[in-house]
């Protein structure tokens, strides 16, 4: 199967999952559709955007996600700088805490940037109208780079690589809505190594606006 065709195929089982629906092994799989049978919804803290000094922040706090890995960190921040010539370039980074057992043999990565062994996963709830510019999938899978935080242990770093990827992930929460977060590995099946429900926050894009402007 062909990596485009996994990722559409990801991305149409994404938009129809059950809320919190978390799979990290194929070993878990019994476990995860055990624990969607039950209805399982893990409870998400905060998940509101936010100022911190000159980013943007958005912090998540889940529990009762299904095992192995019940709680989950997922810290969001979007910053804005300008080139030389005037240009506008946002960057995205996912700190996501713990992150190991999501790691064949769990070896950490390095300090440094790394290209990430899977795919991030970032779509909007519902569909838009088929078009270029309201596509049926709001969203897209994303390639990233990965560092380990020195500071927290078993967090990661990920960052979208493409400008262009970058700024879908932007229009994606500029949306508004609740939001599909996941981590793909294509080499892997199945290929879903993690996937956590989001909360949207309509203020994303005024603020984002506002941060554009303070450059």
Not at 48 to 63: A, D, M, P, Q, Y
Not at 90 to 119: G, R, S
Not at 169 to 190: H, Q, S
Not at 202 to 211: E, G, P, Q
Request: hydrophobic share 40%; glycine share 6%.
């Amino acid at each position: 199967m062909s990596k485009i065709l996994i990722a559409i195929t990801a991305a149409l089982v994404i938009m129809s999952s059950p809320m919190g629906l978390l799979v990290s092994d194929p070993a878990d799989a019994g476990a995860s559709a055990s624990a969607a049978s039950k209805k399982v919804e893990p409870s998400v803290q905060n998940g509101k955007w936010r100022f911190e000094g000159s980013s943007l922040v958005c912090n998540h706090e889940l529990s009762g996600l299904p095992p192995p890995q019940t709680t989950t960190s997922l810290r969001i921040e979007c910053a804005v700088s300008r080139w030389d010539n005037g240009v506008l370039a946002t960057y995205l980074n996912f700190y996501l805490t713990p992150y190991l057992y999501l790691i064949p043999d769990e070896e950490p990565f390095e300090a440094h940037l790394v290209k990430a062994p899977f795919a991030l996963g970032l779509v909007a709830d519902g569909s838009g109208k088929g078009t270029e510019a309201s596509p049926l999938v709001q969203g897209g899978m994303f390639e990233v780079n990965a560092s380990a935080n020195e500071d927290i242990p078993d967090t990661a770093i990920l960052g979208i690589i493409s400008s262009r990827d970058t700024m879908l992930a932007v229009r994606t929460l500029a949306l508004g809505k609740d939001l599909t977060f996941t981590l793909i590995d294509y080499d892997t099946e199945p290929p879903i190594r993690l996937r956590l429900r989001l909360p949207g926050d309509r203020n994303f894009a005024s603020l984002y606006d506002r941060l554009q402007r303070s450059v």
